[in-house]
């Protein structure tokens, strides 16, 4: 009866996808005394780097490797990709956080992206911006002080950005008079804006709080446009961009910018890693993206919170694959091939 007992739960752990023993142990046995490097599409201090730093301290692979992170920015995140895809070892020894427009870039035929998004093994994000949403925001003492203002005005709204596509968009799908000035860096942007030389700026509501958590409080700016499907609970007076876009054109247009948002700081691995490797590093991200320690360490460095798991975020990937061909020429038209940030 035990030998019978014994074999049934071996059964039932294959049925169930569970790791056997024996897989678990040889996990371990390779992990132990390794690093895993995981390798971030960003330079140092940007916000795919603090997700990155705070995961490895509470990410727990079997074996206990040392888990270390390399930087390497370049060509809004494509160099990284490329990377993970097609050179790193696929020994389950990289992981990868890939900027979110990816998945735009190899669509729209960047010639520079070497990589297929739907190949990728997605292993969730740690926020997205459905409750801290990327956001318009306005000089409060504007003239100009609806979307309807703004549409009907005879001099356009001067924009502030750095290279995101939301303020590129703000004319094709939302109908708004506007005129974007590039800068190229952000810090550039919120002097121009303090100094009225822009009239407003696009930025994610969580990095508004984080690096000018006075400008709501002192009134420096107010929230026009939250570019999210349904209004944030932290935001409820404020439209959302999907009750602004009328036409199925311009909402064709407005879904493909905003799912990369929705997959906002995305964990991957590349294909074809061993199979018993690979569900040992999702498991411990489904552990970690709900973990409470590091729930409270994200939230302490003033970055948002809201996971997505992994067959989530691929979910998110195969509607961008499912995009109308229109929809994509018309991004490529406003946007081009390069994606956002």
Same mark, same amino acid.
């Given at each position: 009866?035990?030998?019978?007992?014994?074999?049934?739960?071996?059964?039932?752990?294959?049925?169930?996808?569970?790791?056997?023993?024996?897989?678990?142990?040889?996990?371990?046995?390779?992990?132990? @005394?390794?690093? =895993?490097? +995981? /390798?971030?599409?960003?330079? #140092?201090?940007?916000?795919?780097?603090?997700?990155? *730093? %705070?995961?490895?301290?509470?990410?727990?692979?079997?074996?206990?490797?040392?888990?270390?992170?390399?930087?390497?920015?370049?060509?809004?995140?494509?160099?990284?990709?490329?990377?993970?895809?097609?050179?790193?070892?696929?020994? @389950?020894?990289? =992981?990868? +956080? /890939?900027?979110?427009?990816? #998945?735009?870039?190899?669509?729209?035929?960047?010639? *520079? %992206?070497?990589?297929?998004?739907?190949?990728?093994?997605?292993?969730?994000?740690?926020?997205?911006?459905?409750?801290?949403?990327?956001?318009?925001?306005?000089?409060?003492?504007?003239?100009?002080?609806?979307?309807?203002?703004?549409?009907?005005?005879?001099?356009?709204?001067?924009?502030?950005?750095?290279?995101?596509?939301?303020?590129?968009?703000?004319?094709?799908?939302?109908?708004?008079?506007?005129?974007?000035?590039?800068?190229?860096?952000?810090?550039?942007?919120?002097?121009?804006?303090?100094?009225?030389?822009?009239?407003?700026?696009?930025?994610?509501?969580?990095?508004?709080?984080?690096?000018?958590?006075?400008?709501?409080?002192?009134?420096?700016?107010?929230?026009?446009?939250?570019?999210?499907?349904?209004?944030?609970?932290?935001?409820?007076?404020?439209?959302?961009?999907?009750?602004?876009?009328?036409?199925?054109?311009?909402?064709?247009?407005?879904?493909?910018?905003?799912?990369?948002?929705?997959?906002?700081?995305?964990?991957?691995?590349?294909?074809?890693?061993?199979?018993?490797?690979?569900?040992?590093?999702?498991?411990?991200?489904?552990?970690?993206?709900?973990?409470?320690?590091?729930?409270?360490?994200?939230?302490?460095?003033?970055?948002?919170?809201?996971?997505?798991?992994?067959?989530?975020?691929?979910?998110?990937?195969?509607?961008?694959?499912?995009?109308?061909?229109?929809?994509?020429?018309?991004?490529?038209?406003?946007?081009?091939?390069?994606?956002?940030?």
């Amino acid at each position: 009866m035990k030998k019978l007992a014994f074999a049934c739960a071996s059964c039932l752990a294959v049925a169930f996808g569970l790791p056997q023993p024996s897989h678990a142990a040889d996990v371990a046995d390779f992990y132990r @005394g390794k690093t =895993i490097k +995981m /390798v971030v599409g960003s330079g #140092v201090g940007a916000g795919y780097d603090h997700f990155a *730093r %705070a995961t490895i301290r509470h990410l727990d692979i079997p074996g206990k490797p040392t888990l270390i992170v390399q930087n390497m920015p370049g060509a809004r995140g494509i160099i990284a990709a490329n990377y993970i895809y097609g050179i790193a070892p696929k020994d @389950g020894t990289i =992981i990868g +956080m /890939v900027n979110r427009y990816t #998945v735009v870039q190899a669509m729209t035929g960047n010639k *520079r %992206a070497k990589y297929d998004p739907r190949k990728f093994i997605w292993l969730g994000t740690p926020a997205t911006y459905d409750e801290e949403p990327y956001v318009l925001v306005v000089r409060a003492d504007h003239a100009l002080k609806t979307v309807k203002d703004i549409r009907k005005a005879k001099e356009p709204l001067i924009v502030g950005n750095t290279g995101s596509d939301l303020p590129l968009i703000l004319s094709p799908a939302l109908g708004m008079n506007v005129k974007i000035i590039q800068y190229k860096a952000k810090g550039m942007v919120d002097i121009a804006l303090e100094r009225g030389e822009v009239d407003a700026m696009g930025i994610a509501l969580a990095n508004l709080k984080k690096r000018h958590p006075d400008w709501l409080k002192r009134k420096v700016v107010r929230p026009l446009v939250q570019f999210v499907k349904k209004r944030s609970s932290e935001l409820p007076d404020v439209v959302a961009s999907s009750e602004l876009a009328t036409k199925a054109d311009q909402r064709a247009l407005l879904n493909f910018v905003e799912l990369p948002l929705a997959m906002a700081y995305p964990f991957v691995l590349a294909p074809g890693q061993p199979k018993d490797r690979v569900a040992a590093i999702k498991g411990a991200f489904d552990k970690v993206l709900v973990n409470p320690a590091y729930r409270q360490e994200i939230l302490k460095q003033g970055l948002a919170y809201s996971p997505k798991s992994g067959d989530q975020v691929k979910a998110l990937v195969e509607e961008l694959y499912a995009a109308p061909k229109d929809s994509i020429k018309a991004y490529k038209k406003v946007v081009g091939t390069r994606g956002g940030k």
